[in-house]
């Protein structure tokens, strides 16, 4: 198996909604990672898990909250999001190193109305 | 902080002509490269990477790249596109040394024409 796969491929949340995307993956990768991206723009890091334990933390606000609940799942929980918080989340996994490169999910295209 | 830059935001090529599309790096030891390619609405699919080495690198699709470390530059290029090639391109390098992280350029959209 050498996909990342993401769940849901599309999501339609309102303001006061919690919802949460799922990523699962089973290389046997240490790193997973949630990136986010905007239209016409690159990707950009949100968060950084290594080996289950949070690593990097972009300065993103507490309305995403991650969660590894093991080393093949990763979770990004939404709360009280802005429609501005619209756009691609993608999750990638690599070795524990990430320098060998990521292997990316297709996404969830999140609307928040 | 390492960073890539991508000059161009939009090329057309017609079908069946060579491309060419140009990445500048600015790192301070040999980098680490990446091209990755997506097509709209997808994830991102990893072309090829350069490490250290050969300065000519193969990647998958037909694509290759040139690392040049005179010219601060890491292009890719394919002999001949096919419109199945028409996505985004990113070209990315490691945020920080000893960082596993990788931070993209901010893209070139790859129009082919018939």
């Known amino acids: 198996d050498t996909e990342v796969t993401q769940t849901p491929k599309h999501l339609v949340m309102g303001m006061t909604n919690k919802k949460s995307l799922k990523c699962e993956q089973h290389m046997g990768h240490r790193a997973m990672y949630w990136y986010k991206q905007k239209a016409k723009k690159p990707p950009e890091l949100m968060f950084v898990y290594s080996y289950e334990k949070l690593s990097i933390n972009e300065s993103v606000p507490s309305r995403f909250s991650p969660e590894c609940p093991n080393s093949s799942l990763l979770n990004l929980h939404l709360h009280a999001l802005q429609p501005e918080d619209s756009a691609l989340y993608l999750c990638?996994?690599?070795?524990?190193?990430?320098?060998?490169?990521?292997?990316f999910g297709s996404g969830t295209r999140l609307t928040v109305v | 902080a390492q960073s890539v830059t991508q000059p161009d935001i939009h090329i057309t090529v017609s079908e069946g002509a060579s491309l060419e599309l140009r990445c500048n790096y600015s790192?301070?030891?040999?980098?680490?490269l990446f091209w990755y390619v997506q097509s709209p609405g997808q994830g991102l699919q990893l072309l090829l990477k350069y490490f250290s080495g050969d300065t000519l690198v193969q990647g998958i699709k037909g694509f290759e790249a040139e690392f040049k470390r005179s010219q601060s530059s890491f292009n890719l290029r394919k002999p001949s596109v096919h419109w199945s090639d028409a996505a985004e391109y990113f070209c990315?390098?490691?945020?920080?040394?000893?960082?596993?992280?990788?931070?993209f350029g901010k893209g070139t959209m790859l129009l082919v024409s018939p």
């Open positions: 990638a996994s690599s070795q524990d190193q990430g320098v060998y490169g990521y292997t």
């Open positions: 990315a390098v490691p945020m920080n040394s000893g960082y596993s992280t990788l931070t």
């Open positions: 790192y301070g030891a040999t980098p680490y």
